[in-house]
């Protein structure tokens, strides 16, 4: 059965309800793990549609029950509004594990391009708000710096994707005055301790492969365990900005599982 859009009650009476997708596997558990995820779309989408994610129903393939937050509509994919919306439903997962018998589930937020940077900066915002809430944070390609200056993105006109980039990146930080907001920016964040171990994929012919590397290296230096894998140019693993699927599924579900065994130790 394909998984539906449908509305969620989130916490506070003012708040309004958020449009998720739940993708739940044959396998799920009380201790399955419970996946916040965020889509790409690079700040640019807006509307709903019927198309699966691959990573979402991959991850719930794999026994996970993922959660698909549509983070774009109610927030005009413009920050801060962006984040306060993927936090409140990282928040409403959080409570629904808790009263629901998932007390003894990892929670992970997961998010690709820029769903990646989003995911970032949840777990930033977890780290601060709900601290030790958050269990694990999964980014693939996340977009990181909105100069776009490194070496890798030179690539991004080989697959289309400069122009959108740079309009996403001034869609997300129209509302936000400049471009160095810690939560937004991430490249500029200067406190990283404390957050949620990470797991960063990318791949050796990804344009935003030297800023999920420099993050990556980053989080380390500040102490969180990183596991940060590089998929080879021949994976196909650029399609993910077109939500296709391609060689590196596979293996992105074998990274996602040793994370969450490594995460249970």
Known sequence: MKAQWENIALNGPSASPLSVRIYQGASVTKSSPLVLYLRGGAFLGSELDDRERPVARALADTGAFVVEADY??????AFPHVLDCAFNA????NSRRKKSGYGKSLLLVVGEEAG???AAGVALKARDLIPGEL??????SPMIDPLMTT????????????????????????????FSHP???????????????????????????????????RLKKAGVPVTRHSFPASSG???????????WLKPLCR???????????
């Open 237 to 247: 693993w650029t399609g993910i900005y077109g939500d296709e699927s391609g060689d």
């Open 255 to 265: 990274q996602f599982e040793d994370f969450v065994a490594d995460l249970k130790h």
């Open 116 to 118: 990646g940077n989003v």
């Open 135 to 140: 269990d694990g944070q999964i980014l693939l």
């Open 90 to 93: 990282l928040n409403c997962l």
């Open 183 to 217: 939560y937004a920016a991430l490249c500029q964040c200067t406190r990283l301790a404390g957050v949620a171990p990470a797991l960063v994929l990318t791949a050796d012919n990804d344009p935003l492969r030297d800023e999920a590397i420099a993050y990556a290296t």
């Open 72 to 77: 774009s509509r109610q927030s005009r994919n």
């Open 151 to 178: 070496a890798s993105f030179r690539e991004a006109d080989r697959i289309g994707m400069r122009q959108r980039w740079s309009d996403g990146w001034s869609r997300y930080l129209s509302l936000a005055g400049n």
